[in-house]
């Protein structure tokens, strides 16, 4: 329902686009994240916007790196990655919710969730 796409294998500094589009959702109505999973850690959220376009919230960790935002024409939700650095080495995923903008970063309060997309960082 929701599909990612945009991941690849990148030198750390670099740059990597993700976008996440939905065929049967309007995406603009939906509180919406991004979300990533290292191997053996838990999955944490990185970058989440309200429905609209703001506000956004980001996790210390990337705040200055990483942007996320909309595109409503497109209906696509886009991570702008900037600086990659190899500790952002996960598997990507967007996830969907309804509802206030409570516990922003809890996997468990997303109600739909893409497949993923790999970011490697060397």
């Known amino acids: 329902q929701l599909v990612e796409s945009g991941g690849g294998s990148v030198q750390s500094g670099g740059s990597l686009k993700l976008s996440c589009t939905a065929a049967?959702?309007?995406?603009?109505?939906?509180?919406m994240g991004w979300f990533r999973q290292a191997p053996g850690k838990e999955r944490e959220g990185v970058a989440v916007?309200?429905?609209?376009?703001?506000?956004?919230y980001y996790v210390d960790s990337v705040k200055g790196r990483f942007t996320i935002s909309r595109d409503f024409a497109k209906n696509t939700l886009i991570l702008q990655m900037n600086s990659l650095k190899p500790e952002d080495t996960a598997m990507y995923f967007c996830?969907?919710?309804?509802?206030?903008?409570?516990?922003?970063?809890?996997?468990?309060?997303?109600?739909?969730w893409g497949q993923g997309t790999q970011v490697t960082v060397s």
């Open positions: 996830a969907a919710r309804r509802g206030p903008a409570i516990e922003v970063f809890s996997p468990s309060r997303y109600n739909y």
């Open positions: 049967a959702y309007t995406l603009g109505t939906y509180f």
């Open positions: 916007i309200s429905s609209g376009a703001a506000p956004t």
